[in-house]
Nanobody, 126 residues
Framework: VQLQAFGGGLVQAGGSLRLSCAAS????????MGWFRQAPGKEREFVAA????????YYADSVKGRFTISRDNAKNTVYLQMNSLKPVDTAVYYC????????????????????WGQGTLVTVSS
């Protein structure tokens, strides 16, 4: 599966952005999907994940209550709605696909994600 993330940009603190990740190739619904981010000089960190069915979601504590992950299997797209953005959210955001057999499984471990998009930059100004 090929993944392409887009929707990043520059936003002021307190603002919102919606990231999208379009998938092509094998059946999109065969994959749990995740969003990760990497800030300059820092390690990649988990942000949010959603199961194949969309029925299960999982968030990093740092974004819980502010970010929402969703997916539209008919459009082969996963979204990350980001509200109440903070300067610490500044990073390159990557979408990733986990070919799990379990329709309800969701994980924050990057080791389970076999496919990665190219990343989209989110910059939050103070």
């Amino acid at each position: 599966v090929q993944l392409q993330a887009f929707g990043g940009g520059l936003v002021q603190a307190g603002g919102s952005l919606r990231l999208s990740c379009a998938a092509s190739g094998r059946t999109f619904s065969s994959y749990a999907m995740g969003w990760f981010r990497q800030a300059p000089g820092k390690e990649r960190e988990f942000v949010a994940a959603i199961s194949r069915s969309g029925g299960s979601t999982y968030y990093a504590d740092s974004v819980k209550g502010r970010f929402t992950i969703s997916r539209d299997n008919a459009k082969n797209t996963v979204y990350l709605q980001m509200n109440s953005l903070k300067p610490v959210d500044t990073a390159v955001y990557y979408c990733a696909a986990d070919p799990t057999f379990d329709r309800d499984f969701v994980s924050g471990s990057y080791r389970l994600y076999d496919y990665w998009g190219q990343g989209t930059l989110v910059t939050v100004s103070s």
